[in-house]
């Protein structure tokens, strides 16, 4: 069974630009989430989804961070403009839903801002 | 509100010695545990974790940790070390009793060397 993809994998971009991060669950996961781990830092929720709806994005900066997740499959997480200070590793995972159900981790975009 | 504290950002230890990495919670309602590890330029691995039952929980690759309510612990163990056993480890702590359970709030992180 095919994990959770993301990509790219590595992002170098300008500050100011926009830069976007894709990702696939789990196939037949109904919950998907958005992770900013920091360097030297444990993983962050930016968003959670339940199919396509944003059940939690308290801890997404809106003013240049926007997310969606059309026909509650694949997610695009997107930052317009960047920041110096948005370098980081921005991580997908996906689960079941369930109480204590198991999250699975994407291997990570990492963003470097210049 | 949660909270992971792990204690020591970096343990090393010796091929064949005993690994233990601490973490201790806070939590207002009875918790969700969990260990993961991250190799580098990965995503988190689940070793295991721990909602209801016994509090001797075991995982993949020879760990295991134990939930101890009075301490509020959830200290992760290996007998021996191996080299493949080098990583960054991750405790994370989840609300078990509904609302938002599925926020997982996670620890710092240990980096684990392991000396031949």
């Known amino acids: 069974e095919a994990g959770v993809v993301q990509s790219p994998r590595y992002k170098i971009i300008e500050k100011k630009q926009p830069v976007a991060f894709w990702c696939n669950p789990i196939s037949g996961h109904n919950t998907l989430y958005w992770y900013l781990q920091n360097l030297g830092q444990g993983p962050e929720l930016l968003i959670r989804?339940?199919?396509?709806?944003?059940?939690?994005d308290s801890q997404l900066p809106k003013d240049r961070f926007s997310a969606e997740r059309l026909k509650g499959v694949d997610s695009t997480l997107k930052i317009q403009p960047a920041e110096l200070g948005d370098s980081a590793v921005y991580l997908c995972?996906?689960?079941?839903?369930?109480?204590?159900?198991?999250?699975?981790f994407g291997p990570g975009t990492r963003l470097t801002v210049l | 509100a949660q909270s992971v504290t792990q204690l020591g950002s970096h343990v090393s230890v010796s091929e064949g010695a005993l690994v233990l990495l601490r973490c201790n919670y806070s939590s207002s309602v009875p918790p969700y545990l969990f260990w993961y590890v991250q190799y580098p330029n990965q995503g988190l691995l689940l070793l295991l974790k721990y909602t209801t039952g016994a509090t001797l929980v075991k995982g993949i690759n020879g760990f295991e940790a134990e939930f101890k309510k009075s301490e509020t612990s959830f200290h992760l163990t290996k007998p021996s070390a191996h080299m493949s056993d080098a990583a960054e480890y991750f405790c994370?702590?989840?609300?078990?009793?509904?609302?938002?359970?599925?926020?997982?709030?996670f620890g710092k992180g240990t980096l684990l060397t392991v000396n031949p």
């Open positions: 995972a996906s689960s079941l839903g369930r109480i204590g159900d198991t999250q699975y």
């Open positions: 989804y339940e199919n396509e709806e944003a059940v939690d």
């Open positions: 994370a702590v989840s609300n078990g009793s509904g609302g938002s359970n599925y926020k997982l709030t």
